[in-house]
């Protein structure tokens, strides 16, 4: 399989605009997927930010099982919260968790008479919803959001009520070490379509979703099983993706299956598990 490697030069530029504006900063809002928190934990970025205090927000909770990873991080003393950014009700609790995130400094800034909003970085991989957050609190569409990565390029600061929030590009590691999950960050959009090997990510998904969630293949598509390409197979015969000639539209219907999985129609699901976890540090 063809190795996985993105690291554009906007997101080296990224990371060092992070680290300089991290002073500026009394917290920082480390957006991960629900699906696959290990692997939207860009390691580069918690090193970065290790002297401030930080909320790991599992955006997409509407589209995951992750309420036992939550629980494990909570356990391990993670300041941690699952979101649905898309949800406006879920606004108040996270200013709340957030505003608890910096009580400290706020009580301290309270006694010295310092009136000034909560500055708050918003890191992630790309692709996590990190300006969806944003535009949650702010109560309007403040920051620029896509449903693929490095739709951000450049900082941007947005006021939401009683705080500030640096909007930052999405950045992944220099190096991919695991290239499972590497893959998972493949299948919910985290990494440029354009440089991957869909073919391979398309069958390798196919496999891994019949032993996480084989009902969803099969509502979706009928699937009952088999080979990754049996399976991509069967998709294209259910949905109608044929050639001139019967032969299979193979393309079509690898697209078709990553949009499925990204826009939560084969079901509610979380690739990474608690040993995923321990082996990036979060737990």
């Known amino acids: 399989m063809k ?9 080296a530029k990224a990371m060092r605009m992070m680290e300089d504006n991290l002073k500026l900063c009394d917290g920082v809002v480390l ?22 205090s930080v909320l790991y927000v599992l955006n997409k909770a509407d589209l995951a099982l992750a309420e036992p990873l939550l ?42 008479g310092t009136v000034r909003p909560m500055r708050f970085l918003v890191a992630g991989v790309p692709n996590t919803g990190k300006s969806t957050l944003i535009n949650l609190l702010a109560g309007a569409k403040k920051a620029t959001t896509g449903d693929r990565a490095g739709v951000t390029r450049g900082k941007q600061w947005v006021k939401c009520g009683s ?5 930052t590009p999405g950045t992944m590691p220099p190096s991919c070490e695991d290239q499972a999950l590497a ?15 869909l073919d391979e990510i398309a069958l ?6 019949w032993e996480l969630s084989p009902q969803g293949l099969k509502d979706r598509y009928g699937i009952d099983g088999g080979t990754g390409l049996e399976m991509l197979e069967g998709l294209c015969t259910r949905r109608g993706f044929l050639l001139r000639g019967g032969d299979f539209d193979y393309e079509r219907g690898q697209r078709a299956l990553l949009d499925d999985l990204r826009r939560g129609k084969l079901g509610r699901l ?14």
């Open 163 to 167: 705080v500030e929030l640096l909007d």
């Open 71 to 112: 629980d494990a991080m909570r356990e391990a003393g993670r300041q941690a919260f699952l979101l649905n950014a898309t949800d406006p009700r879920a606004a108040r609790p996270l200013l709340q968790a957030m505003e608890n995130l910096v009580k400290d400094r706020l009580e301290r800034n309270r006694q010295k």
């Open 183 to 197: 893959r998972r960050l493949a299948y919910v959009g985290s990494i440029n379509d354009d440089i991957l090997a």
């Open 270 to 283: 979380s690739f990474d598990t608690l040993d995923d976890l321990k082996e990036v540090g979060l737990v």
């Open 204 to 209: 390798c998904l196919l496999e891994e979703l």
């Open 3 to 11: 190795v996985i490697q993105w690291y554009p030069g906007h997101m």
């Open 31 to 52: 957006v991960l997927d629900a699906r696959c928190p290990a692997a939207s934990y860009n390691r580069g970025i918690a090193d970065m930010v290790r002297a401030k």
